[in-house]
């Protein structure tokens, strides 16, 4: 299965500012997908990231929030902008693996706004 | 819609005894699959096992194992032995043959007692 770096693994950030967060898959993979987490909570799913076509966003998501960019079949970058304490959450991204066997998942980053 | 239920928030179990978690899903579906993932405290998140629909046999990994119930819709997970290093929230998840999204349950944590 693939295997995915992802940066960074925290960060503390002021409220305002923008967090920039990437993913590296080490094989190509047609989607990319970009959840959060908040504390206690279940994965929820912000987008679907398709190289060389604009991200799908699901309900209660927008583009101006989390902006996302897919330049190529192996890498993606998440932007959590304007940032509240209310984007205090884990964000993690995924990749669908060939036959359907599962997901893999990114090690996550945890972020914070203070 | 479809929906993924894990009816226990928390289940703690002795070690080395066998515990079992509870996952039922709603789905009008034929063909989907069904995927129970494991997340320690470092946040990774980890495939423990997967089924498809179609297959009547129950999917097995080492000490993990599934009792999948297509006509109750329930799919559960047993852990035999369990080890300390199982403590970790649980989460069951679907996807439906169709589309490559996954609707998650709330999760369960599990705690092993020494």
């Known amino acids: 299965s693939a295997v995915i770096s992802q940066k960074p693994s925290r960060d503390i950030c002021q409220r305002g500012t923008s967090l920039t967060i990437q993913c590296q898959v080490d094989s190509q993979v047609t989607m990319m997908f970009w959840y959060r987490q908040q504390p206690g909570q279940s994965l929820t799913l912000i987008a679907t990231?398709?190289?060389?076509?604009?991200?799908?966003?699901e309900s209660g998501f927008v583009i101006d929030k989390f902006p996302i960019s897919r330049p190529n079949l192996t890498f993606s970058t998440l932007t959590v902008s304007n940032m509240s304490p209310e984007d205090s959450s884990i964000y993690l991204c995924?990749?669908?693996?060939?036959?359907?066997?599962?997901?893999?998942f990114g090690s996550g980053t945890r972020l914070t706004v203070v | 819609a479809q929906t993924v239920t894990q009816s226990q928030p928390e289940m703690s179990v002795q070690e080395a005894e066998t515990v079992t978690l509870s996952c039922t899903y709603d789905?009008?579906?034929?063909?989907?699959?069904l995927f129970w993932y494991k997340q320690p405290p470092s946040r990774q998140m980890i495939l423990v096992i997967r089924?498809?629909?179609?297959k009547q046999q129950n999917a097995t990994e080492n000490r993990f194992s599934v009792n999948f119930q297509k006509a109750a819709k329930s799919f559960s997970l047993k852990i035999s032995d369990s080890q300390l290093g199982d403590a970790a929230m649980y989460f069951c998840a679907y996807r439906p043959a169709i589309n490559y999204q996954l609707i998650w349950g709330a999760g369960t944590k599990l705690i092993i007692k020494p």
């Open positions: 789905t009008s579906e034929s063909d989907y699959y």
């Open positions: 990231a398709n190289q060389g076509s604009e991200a799908t966003y």
């Open positions: 995924s990749v669908s693996g060939q036959g359907d066997y599962g997901y893999t």
């Open positions: 089924q498809e629909a179609y």
